[in-house]
């Protein structure tokens, strides 16, 4: 009987396609996670992989690699990639991985069972894994925008109010330092920390959302790095194409800097994350993954005074199929609808999120599949989450300070028209906001 291998974190995917492929003769076997589907693969050498790409635990660019690395164990394994990003850029970096073809999600089960039967010549047996939630805890809980912008640094007199530093935000909440991402932003941030903790050994740990370059950038200008005293956890998922340690190191290479990371002397960590939710201390952790091109995390932490979601870079599933094509199918329209409402669900109810809304809804139509969103969507999605505030983010370079505000006051006029509660500000360098049952705004650099 031929054997084929599901790797896939959703659940009701794997169940639905699994009911087919029995049906048409298949043994199946199930992983919700990279690791666990390597595991399986090795064990019972099954014809056929069908994987995600977004996943907890290894990746599916990584699963590919993985499996083809074991020509002699796997000599004839078939592997198709399963997912919902429907960027060229994912297919070609999975192409390239090993995969032999590259199918996005819906799926129509017969077209598949079809491809299945051609791609090899058909059962049961299955394993499954859990994986569990969160955790709270105490103390007041603060947030600073240290870098808004999205894409390169842009300085400038048209740029002051909001700022023109790429992406960087702090936390500090239940003794812990959080930092999201380490734009440019992140070196004003180490001067700070620096004048604060003077003698004192500080304690950071970064959040690395996806190692596009506006968000590793400042890193080596992060000079709590350079002091032995300090301990600098680096936090994030694997890339698409190269470990989490391997692109943040390669940006210092000497061709391009020159102090390698191996050589900065502060006590740096870098840790790739198996999981989808873990602590930072008493910070519960979550995370998920965003439409956007290659490996893109989204976190929300959970702290004792609240829960703070930080989602950039991400275009929402449904404009971005509904854009791309002239018509699309009624299964392609809920697939779509279906993952904005899990990414809806991961925010709802949050106290701040943070959300990519780098074009306004013109300029987004001519940059659909760039994996940004438009402020309108963004304004929809937290609306529909239900969370309390909302903070544009990641604004696009080409915006001037006049431009961000209008986009701002068009927000607050969707949300009016919805008789939405919702309160949308634009973030900016020095905002600094703490977190209490009625949230209130520190004066900022401004
Ligand atoms: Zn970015
Ligand atoms: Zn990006």
Known sequence: MKTVLLIDDDKSFREALSHWLIDNGWRVLQAED?????????????????????????????????LRAQKERLPKIKIFVTTGSAYSTDRLNALESGADDYLVKPIRPNDLVALLDLAVGSGSGKVSVKADPSNVSTAPTRLKFWGVRGSIPTPGPDTVFYGGNTSCVEVRADREIIVFDAGSGIRPLGVALNEEFKDTPVNVTL?????????????????????????????????????????????????????????MPGNISIQELKDSSFNIGQVGVQAVFLNHPGICTGYRIFTSEGSICYMTDFELFQRMRSGKAERISDEEERFARLQDERLALFAEGADVLIMDAQYDAAEYNTHIGWGHNCVDDSVAFAIDAKVKRLFLFHHDPDHNDEKISRLVASARGQVAAKGSDLIVEAAREGLEIILDAKPAILPGKG
């Open 34 to 66: 990279g690791e666990l589907g390597l595991q399986l693969a090795m064990e019972h050498q099954p014809d056929v992989v069908l994987c995600d790409l977004l996943m907890p635990r290894c990746n599916g660019f990584q699963v590919c690699r993985s």
């Open 207 to 263: 959040l690395i959302s996806h190692t596009h370059w506006d968000h590793i950038q400042g890193f080596p200008f992060f000079s709590p790095a350079y002091n032995p005293k300090n301990q600098i956890k680096i936090l994030g998922f694997e890339g698409a194409r190269k470990g989490l340690e391997n692109i943040l190191s390669s940006q210092m290479e000497s061709s391009y800097f020159p102090v390698s990371m191996g050589e």
